[in-house]
């Protein structure tokens, strides 16, 4: 793959993403954003927090040409394309060098405060069931490119770097997939790593405060703004009626999409807007639900989906998630025998998963790490447990998500018995200063505070502390398999390692 010094400077011009361009007439034969990461014929572009320095190792390394902000000063001779917009031009650019790979898939897009990564997860169970095995996915926990375990990686961003994503998505259609699921995070939108692209179907599944703060949006208006311009990247639209700011969302959405490209879904309830299908739970359990679809209108009759299905994930949320996952599939194929095959047996990594101990109650894994998501998952055990103490284990993370913080405290001052506050990906901040944060917003003085800043310890008290009925609730790191301190990823059991293992040295 080679893009011409040409082709390049054509690309940002016809973006209006141009200032000026080098007189160079070479090849271009990688693309990088990370100087680590030059070889001989790179394109390397400067974006963030890039440092002088990081340029004098790319030169050592062979770097070829540059795209760099105005800002951006130094005297090194290269070859330099001035962008505008150095991310919107990475963008631009990936997807042409990879061969613009997203025209050989159907995509589906994904945003929402709470439920991007199950509706994922959902989405690709049932399109592997309806393609045999022939769907990539790109979600919060990993990417998925081929059926070999070779293709499967670690996620590091809700959504990818545009010069990742076009990668990926390129090692996809070779693999022969033919369909794409993917998380869309609002900073994603903001930071223009799907810039140029569009979505065969974008789902919107709700939106409340989150991701507020210095590093991420600086007010919920920004994060609304931002959340929405998935409506500006998609061909149809999948909406939620019971979706806060549902008015704004949908006339938001009519704005870029007919109103025969928008399918709006929501539970069954005589108060709720007008949608053209509904689920209503019929029986629901730790491990499970069932519940019935019902189309309204003649739009929906195309769908064909009416009927009951069996998840594989409890609550009312999750079936809302799959009624989603089931729209936006059928708009790009999938039919309704594909759909019950795929909910049956979809299981997401770190999600409501359940270890039953001998003497030490119930403990939940799950990513649930806002206000809304822990708020649902306590809900939901209350209601489905016969509960005598609920302890909490919880943190936030550092160097983001600053209004994140109070949530979590709300949310364990309306649902918990007890709280550890401890660490989770602290970053460059003190954990016991974000753990003062969540505790400032614990204001029910019935509940029981233990802070212990080590993960570990913490996760190993709230079990052993626990009796035969109560719950314990591991919140906001599921799986991942690291703790980010200062900058650096550091080994870290996850949470349901550790709950295996603490449970099975209590029994011995």
């Known amino acids: 793959m080679t893009l011409t010094a040409d082709n390049i400077t054509t690309l940002l011009a016809d973006q209006d993403l141009l200032i000026s361009a080098p007189n160079f007439d070479g090849e271009i034969q990688h ?3 990370n100087s680590k990461d030059v070889v001989p014929g790179t394109l390397l572009f400067i974006k963030g927090n890039f440092k002088p320095e990081y340029l004098d190792d790319a030169i050592t390394q062979g770097v070829t040409a540059i795209v760099a902000p105005e800002t951006f000063v130094h005297e090194t001779g290269l070859p330099t394309w001035v962008a505008d917009d150095v991310p919107a031009a990475m963008s631009i650019i990936a997807m042409a060098y990879y061969g613009y790979p997203q025209n050989d898939l159907a995509l589906i897009g994904i945003t929402g405060t709470k439920g991007k990564t ?5 989405a690709y169970e049932i399109l592997r069931s309806y393609t045999h095995d022939k769907v990539a996915l790109s979600s919060t926990l990993q990417v998925i490119t081929g059926n070999e375990p070779k293709f499967h990686y670690r996620a590091h961003l809700t959504t990818p770097e545009s010069l990742d994503l076009f990668r990926w998505m390129r090692e996809a259609v070779d693999n022969g997939m033919t369909h794409m699921v993917m998380e869309v995070s609002s900073q994603a939108f903001k930071m223009r790593r799907v810039y140029g692209l569009r979505y065969n179907v974008g789902i919107f599944l709700n939106i409340s405060p989150d991701h507020i703060g210095e590093n991420e949006h600086p007010t919920f208006e920004d994060y609304l703004a931002h959340k929405m311009m998935l409506f500006d990247h998609s061909e149809q639209i999948v909406l939620n009626v019971d979706s806060d700011y549902f008015g704004t969302l949908i006339e938001r959405a009519e704005m870029n999409v007919p109103r025969d490209g928008i399918w709006l879904y929501g539970q069954e309830d005589a108060d709720s807007p007008k949608a053209d299908a509904y689920f209503e739970a019929t029986d629901t359990n730790l491990h499970g639900s069932v519940f019935k679809v019902r189309e309204v209108g003649q739009q929906a009759e195309h769908l064909h989906i009416n009927g009951e ?7 009312d949320f999750n079936q809302s998630n799959a009624l989603a996952a089931m729209i936006a599939t059928r708009l790009v194929g999938a039919d309704a025998p594909a759909m019950a095959e795929g909910l049956e047996v979809v299981k997401v990594p770190g999600r409501m998963q359940i270890l039953n101990t001998k003497s030490h109650g119930t403990v939940y894994v799950d990513y649930a790490h806002n206000y809304a998501s822990i708020a649902a998952l306590l809900h939901f055990v209350r209601q489905n447990e016969s509960v005598n103490k609920l302890t909490v284990v919880v943190g936030a993370p550092g160097n983001k998500g600053v209004s994140r913080r109070p949530g979590i405290g709300k949310a364990v001052s ?3 018995d007890i709280v550890y506050l401890t660490s989770d990906d602290p970053q460059y901040e003190d954990p016991a200063k974000i753990a003062d944060e969540i505790q400032a917003a614990i204001i029910n003085p019935n509940v029981t505070i233990h802070r212990e800043l080590d993960r570990t310890t913490a996760i190993a008290e709230a079990i052993k502390n626990a009796g035969p009925d109560d719950v314990v609730v591991l919140a906001a790191k599921g799986l991942d398999e690291y703790q980010k301190i200062n900058g650096v990823d550091m080994p870290y059991e ?14 011995c």
């Open 309 to 315: 299905y069996k998840l594989d994930m409890p609550g």
């Open 31 to 33: 693309l990088a954003y």
């Open 118 to 122: 199950s509706t994922a997860y959902m």
């Open 494 to 507: 996850n949470d349901w390692a550790i709950a295996q293992r603490v449970d099975s040295e209590l029994e």
């Open 414 to 416: 309306e649902g918990a």
